[in-house]
């Protein structure tokens, strides 16, 4: 603890629920299990900046492998903003990733920050919203059970910069988390996973070859869920994938800008019609 009676420590895994109850004040709407989906990613990447024994900043920064982590949950206590605490905490946090490139999903008002501590835009992501009427579940969609996970993990390889097994199996296993596959002569061309949040259900990842094959995975999942508010986070330079929002009567309700500290494994963004999550990538 510093003279002025700040510290930051690592999160014990029973305090990471702070981090999302202070997102969903700020609107971010996490999803209901999400905390513990995040924590099998790195459970010592969550950080929590205390004045006098109280937190007053929170922080993930999680460590994918040896080259990429990602950071979110990176929310300072509204009376306690301006004062410095939010950099310190940035900084023990950002610590944790050594040498590792950083992704985010930065919110507008911290985009500049982020420019000056390394960070480079690489595209704009923008949450869609609204209601959508459930309809009957497409033919030849089938449960993401339907197919080895090995498939799952391959695909996924296409569209996030590192392996992510113990997360992905925690994010389609989770209670709640419904995922539907679309199979092609033996090819998984399409699959995705929706889930409950604090508000409505957001959809994510939504992956798929072609956007007829992302509608029919979209079309199945709400029809799973038996229609009502539905959010799907979309990267803006994919447009089949802004398209399908619209066509579903979905609007823009919140943007992100991706960005990284620098060069990541390639990946196949024409691919993404929904983005996982803001706060893990």
């Given at each position: 603890m510093t003279a002025d009676g700040f510290r930051v420590r690592a999160m014990r895994p029973e305090e990471v629920a702070l981090a999302a109850d202070w997102a969903a004040?700020?609107?971010?709407?996490?999803?209901?299990?999400?905390?513990?989906?995040?924590t099998t990613v790195d459970a010592s990447g969550f950080w929590l900046g205390e004045l006098d024994g109280k937190p007053v900043a929170t922080i993930s920064v999680v460590n994918y492998d040896?080259?990429?982590?990602?950071?979110?949950?990176?929310?300072?206590?509204?009376?306690?903003?301006?004062?410095?605490?939010?950099?310190?905490?940035?900084?023990?946090?950002?610590?944790?990733?050594?040498?590792?490139?950083?992704?985010?999903?930065g919110v507008v008002a911290q985009?500049?920050?982020?420019?000056?501590?390394?960070?480079?835009?690489?595209?704009?992501?923008?949450r869609y919203g609204g209601s959508?009427?459930?309809?009957?579940?497409?033919?030849?969609?089938?449960?993401?059970?339907?197919?080895?996970?090995?498939?799952?993990?391959?695909?996924?390889?296409?569209?996030?910069?590192?392996?992510?097994?113990?997360?992905?199996?925690a994010w389609i296993g989770t209670s709640g988390h419904i995922g539907?596959?679309?199979?092609?002569?033996?090819?998984?061309?399409?699959?995705?996973?929706?889930?409950?949040?604090?508000?409505?259900?957001k959809i994510g990842p939504l992956n798929a070859d072609d956007a007829s094959s992302a509608e029919a995975v979209?079309?199945?999942?709400?029809?799973?869920?038996?229609?009502?508010e539905i959010f799907l986070d979309v990267p803006e330079p994919n447009r089949p994938a802004v398209a399908l929002a619209e066509d579903h009567g979905l609007a823009p309700v919140f943007e992100t800008a991706r960005m990284y500290t620098g060069p990541i494994r390639p990946v196949a963004l024409a691919r993404v019609f929904g983005v996982t999550t803001f706060e893990l990538g």
């Open positions: 004040a700020e609107g971010w709407n996490p999803g209901l299990s999400d905390v513990a989906c995040f040896d080259r990429f982590a990602f950071l979110g949950f990176y929310i300072v206590r509204p009376d306690r903003r301006g004062q410095g605490y939010g950099w310190r905490t940035w900084q023990a946090a950002m610590a944790h990733a050594g040498n590792r490139v950083v992704g985010l999903d985009q500049e920050n982020y420019k000056k501590s390394g960070f480079a835009l690489a595209y704009r992501n923008v959508v009427q459930a309809s009957k579940t497409p033919a030849g969609v089938a449960s993401i059970q339907a197919v080895p996970f090995a498939m799952i993990e391959a695909d996924d390889a296409t569209v996030f910069p590192a392996p992510r097994r113990d997360f992905l199996r539907r596959v679309l199979v092609r002569d033996g090819k998984l061309t399409a699959w995705g996973v929706i889930r409950p949040c604090r508000k409505g259900f979209f079309s199945a999942l709400v029809a799973d869920v038996g229609g009502g």
